[in-house]
């Protein structure tokens, strides 16, 4: 069966201080990857997501970045990090964009 | 633009209580629905696909069904248990609706 790894499960980091986030996902071949933020009140926010090794699509203008740089792992990065990057990061997978998204557990970031 | 849209914002109920949670849409070409339950501080788990309207999904006290324009989920004698934020996200898009809060108080 499939399952997603998202650590850490929370991070408590200064404004301009360097990010990583790491994914990834077992159990099944060249899956879709996404990364979400959810704020309060906001909903989910879909930040990136990917369909292949190297592919890597940006939805929203901002100081982070991605990358994907084998078939199963997907990290989310930030040279340096804004009051406003704080919340609640999701990482997905589906088989396709069509398919139902499977998320990690996610990442509570707190920015100081 | 698509948009989703999810009523009530939260919704409070007692064990028992049946009621019905609303996801409506403009999506062009929409080509069904999932939902979605999240628990606090987790990620959502994924509940249903509704390909095309008229269809409907259960499972235990959830019943999921579509029209062209929205989805409800319908929660029968509700349990404490099934206490959580209930997603819904067109097929292919992306795009969540902002959840809608369920309580149930035993």
């Known amino acids: 069966s499939q399952t997603i790894h998202q650590w850490p499960a929370t991070l408590v980091q200064p404004v301009g201080s360097p990010l990583s986030l790491e994914c990834t996902v077992e159990g099944t071949s060249n899956p879709n990857l996404y990364w979400y933020r959810q704020a309060a009140g906001r909903g989910l926010q879909l930040l990136f997501y990917?369909?292949?090794?190297?592919?890597i699509s940006s939805e929203v203008p901002q100081n982070l970045s991605a990358s994907r740089p084998q078939d199963r792992q997907f990290i989310l990065s930030s040279k340096k990090l804004l009051l406003s990057d704080s919340g609640f990061y999701l990482c997905?997978?589906?088989?396709?964009?069509?398919?139902?998204?499977?998320f990690g557990d996610g990442t509570r970031l707190s920015i100081l | 633009e698509d948009q989703v849209t999810q009523s009530p914002e939260a919704l409070r109920l007692q064990e028992g209580e049946s009621s019905s949670l609303n996801c409506s849409y403009t999506?062009?070409?929409?080509?069904?629905l999932f939902w979605y339950r999240q628990d606090p501080g987790k990620g959502p788990e994924f509940l249903f696909t509704l390909y095309s309207a008229g269809e409907e999904k259960e499972k235990e006290r959830l019943k999921a069904t579509l029209t062209k324009k929205e989805s409800f989920l319908h929660i029968t004698a509700p349990k404490p248990e099934d206490s959580a934020t209930y997603l819904c996200a067109p097929r292919g898009n992306l795009i969540f609706g902002k959840g809608t809060k369920l309580s149930v108080k035993p």
């Open positions: 990917s369909v292949g090794i190297g592919q």
């Open positions: 997905a997978w589906s088989a396709r964009v069509a398919q139902p998204q499977h």
């Open positions: 999506v062009s070409g929409l080509r069904g």
